[in-house]
Nanobody, 116 residues
Framework: QVQLVESGGGLVQPGGSLRLSCIASGFTFSSYRMTWYRQAPGKQRELVATITSAGGITNYADSVKGRFTVSRDTAKNTVYLQMNSLKPEDTAVYYC?????????WGQGTQVTVSS
């Protein structure tokens, strides 16, 4: 089955850290760019970070540069999002995404809440 499954979300205090994981299955993970998006209540979904298939190039939204790091482990078919120095405005549902053979593939999302 072709799917993406996220995990790692939760409640964290401002300044804290979380690491999100997204496990891919049903397709050749190493061949595809992977992207993290997020959607806060009442807002449009926005791109957070992306990593190329070989992992050599990463890009980030300005709002997370210097705080978030995207990485991938081909052996585990997993892409990660390390989030440090979290802020209340990072509160959102975080989604993993890949364009696989012209198909938009989304995970179910994982909730991240940053609050004291």
């Amino acid at each position: 089955q072709v799917q993406l499954v996220e995990s790692g979300g939760g409640l964290v205090q401002p300044g804290g850290s979380l690491r999100l994981s997204c496990i891919a299955s049903g397709f050749t993970f190493s061949s595809y760019r992977m992207t993290w998006y997020r959607q806060a209540p009442g807002k449009q979904r926005e791109l957070v970070a992306t990593i190329t298939s070989a992992g050599g190039i990463t890009n980030y939204a300005d709002s997370v540069k210097g705080r978030f790091t995207v990485s991938r482990d081909t052996a585990k078919n997993t892409v990660y999002l390390q989030m440090n120095s979290l802020k209340p405005e990072d509160t959102a549902v975080y989604y993993c995404y890949a364009l696989v053979n012209t198909r938009d593939l989304w995970g179910q999302g994982t909730q991240v809440t940053v609050s004291s």
